[in-house]
């Protein structure tokens, strides 16, 4: 069985940093793209970044770039989002999920909040 399992989400101040871990298991994921997602209350889910498990290349939203880091440690099959100079925008829920360029995002986590103040 499949699981995704999100941590090192809380409350920051404005100008600070977060680092997210995904923690994945139950499957091999060298081939998956496992990917940040985020949801504000009232918005939409939307994408943060993205990371090849195999290749280790990345791909960030605008709203990204910059400032979070999207990385892997294979042999921990853990995946991290460095995130800094957080902003209130930044405030959501943060999701990891996995999948191929085929499947789509299968798999996903069940999501840690992160919770930027000013």
Do not use: H
């Not at 069985?1 to 060298?30: I, K, M, P, Y």
């Not at 943060?48 to 939203?61: H, L, M, N």
């Not at 979070?68 to 460095?82: E, G, H, M, P, W």
């Not at 800094?84 to 996903?108: I, K």
């Amino acid at each position: 069985q499949v699981q995704l399992v999100e941590s090192g989400g809380g409350l920051v101040q404005a100008g600070g940093s977060l680092t997210l871990s995904c923690a994945a298991s139950g499957r091999t994921f060298n081939t998956y793209r496992m990917g940040w997602f985020r949801q504000a209350p009232g918005k939409e889910r939307e994408f943060v970044a993205r990371i090849s498990w195999s290749s280790g290349s990345t791909y960030y939203a605008d709203s990204a770039k910059g400032r979070f880091t999207i990385s892997r440690d294979n042999a921990k099959n853990t995946v991290y989002l460095q995130m800094n100079s957080l902003q209130r925008e930044d405030t959501a829920v943060y999701y990891c999920a996995g999948g191929t360029a085929t499947t789509g995002y299968e798999y996903w986590g069940q999501g840690t909040q992160v919770i930027v103040s000013s």
